[in-house]
């Protein structure tokens, strides 16, 4: 369990890496003067738009194919009593 908690944690870290590194090129691109600037700022803009949408969809499918898996469940609070309500 730790183990896969920490890969999430990683992959987590690289994705927060590679959209800041998306919003600095467009940022980058749309103040250049080459004339290949206009079609690269596009093409960042448009994966800075579709990179979040497709992480999601890859969590939504894999939670509907492994709906029993554990590591989806949050953490019960063991102080908590069984009979309480919220």
Do not use: C
């Amino acid at each position: 369990m730790k183990n896969f908690k920490r890969i999430r944690q990683i992959f987590a870290w690289i994705g927060i890496v590679v959209l800041l590194g998306l919003y600095l090129t467009s940022l980058v691109l749309a103040f250049s003067g080459s004339p290949m600037a206009q079609a690269l700022f596009r093409g960042s803009f448009a994966a800075t738009v579709v990179f979040p949408i497709l992480l999601y969809a890859m969590q939504i499918i894999y939670r509907v194919l492994r709906p029993g898996d554990p590591t989806d469940e949050p953490k019960k609070d063991p102080k908590k009593k069984k009979d309480e309500k919220h």
